[in-house]
C-alpha cells in the first residue's frame, strides 16, 4: 500500500472518543472548503462502528450544511435511530467550530436472497492504456494556479483515469456524460467495510462536474462557483475499491444556478456495484476569482 493511500485509510478510521461520538482529521487537497468526499467517508465510517459486523451498508443520504475548514478536525455524532430485525438507521451529524457542516442519515440490512437484475455497464476503453488525472495535470502545470499546484500534482490515493480528455482551461461544449476509471493505489484489507468507505470517498471526485460540460464551464475557471448540496449512495454488493471501476456519470437537468447529476459505479466484470447522485451549485460568480 502507498503511503498516501495508507494516510487515507487512516483519515476514514477516526478515533472513537465518547459513546456514538468520533473524531476524524482532516486533509487540503486545495479547494476552497474541506472536500465532500472526506466527510461522506468519514460520515459511513463513524455510523457503521455503531452497527453489527453482519449488517452492511446499503444507502446513505447527506446534505451539505456549511463549507468545512480543511485545517481543524470533523467530530462525528451518531444517533441511533432504529435496530429492526433487518435494518439499522442511523443519523450522523459532522460538526466544525460547534456548528453541524454535513448531516446524513445510513441504512444497513442482513444479506439476503431475492430478485436480481441490473443495466448493462457502458461499452468504454478499459483503464490500462488511459493517462492519470495527475499526468494529465503535469502536462498543463503552468497554467494551474501556484497554491494549489503542488496538491493537484503530487500523488493520489485514489488513482482516476477519465475516458475522454478535456483541457478544464478551454473547455468545449459537450453531452452532460462522463466515463471515468479509478482504484484505490494499492492493495487494502479485505475489510469490505473499508472498501465502501472509500468509495464514499471517492463517489464525489467530478460528479457535480458532469453539469458543466453541455455549457463549455469548468471548476478550474476562476468565475465559477461549484459546491455539493447534497449527495445519496447506494450499495448494491460488496466491491473492491483496489481494483478497478468505471464511474459513469450523466446530468439530466441543471437551472436555478444547481446543477443534477447521476452516477453508476461498475466493477471490471461488469457488475453495478454502486449508484449516486448529486445535486449541486454551479453558479458564474464574476467576483469569485
Request: charged content about 25%; glycine content about 8%.
Amino acid at each position: 500500500m502507498s503511503h498516501v493511500l495508507d494516510d487515507l485509510v487512516d483519515l476514514l478510521s477516526l478515533e472513537p472518543i465518547e459513546e456514538n461520538l468520533f473524531r476524524g482529521r482532516s486533509q487540503d487537497l486545495g479547494f476552497r472548503q474541506l472536500y465532500g468526499g472526506q466527510v461522506l467517508g468519514q460520515s459511513l465510517s463513524a455510523a457503521s462502528q455503531t452497527v453489527e459486523d453482519a449488517r452492511h451498508v446499503h444507502s446513505l443520504h447527506g446534505y451539505f450544511l456549511r463549507p468545512g475548514d480543511a485545517s481543524m478536525p470533523v467530530v462525528y455524532s451518531v444517533d441511533r435511530v432504529r435496530d429492526g430485525g433487518s435494518f439499522s438507521t442511523r443519523r450522523v451529524t459532522a460538526i466544525q467550530k460547534g456548528q453541524p457542516i454535513f448531516t446524513c442519515s445510513a441504512s444497513f440490512q442482513y444479506d439476503e436472497q431475492g430478485y436480481e437484475h441490473q443495466v448493462p455497464m457502458p461499452a468504454v476503453v478499459g483503464p490500462e492504456n488511459l493517462p492519470s488525472e495527475v499526468e494529465l495535470a503535469r502536462a498543463m502545470a503552468d497554467k494551474l494556479p501556484e497554491r494549489i499546484r503542488d496538491k493537484v500534482l503530487c500523488a493520489k490515493p485514489i488513482e482516476i483515469r477519465p475516458v475522454t480528455e478535456r483541457d478544464p482551461f478551454d473547455p468545449k461544449p459537450g453531452d452532460p456524460v462522463k466515463y471515468v476509471w479509478f482504484r484505490a493505489d494499492g492493495n487494502l484489507a479485505d475489510i469490505p467495510a473499508l472498501h465502501k468507505y472509500l468509495l464514499a470517498y471517492a463517489s464525489d471526485f467530478g460528479l457535480l462536474t458532469t453539469s458543466l460540460l453541455p455549457h463549455g464551464k469548468s471548476v478550474w475557471q476562476k468565475d465559477m462557483q461549484v459546491a455539493s448540496l447534497d449527495h445519496a449512495l447506494w450499495f448494491h454488493r460488496d466491491l473492491r475499491a483496489d481494483d478497478w471501476l468505471l464511474y459513469a456519470t450523466d446530468s439530466p437537468w441543471a437551472g436555478n444556478a444547481r446543477g443534477f447529476c447521476r452516477g453508476s459505479i461498475f466493477n471490471r466484470a461488469g457488475q453495478l456495484v454502486a449508484s449516486s447522485t448529486q445535486e449541486g451549485l454551479i453558479r458564474h460568480r464574476k467576483d469569485w476569482a
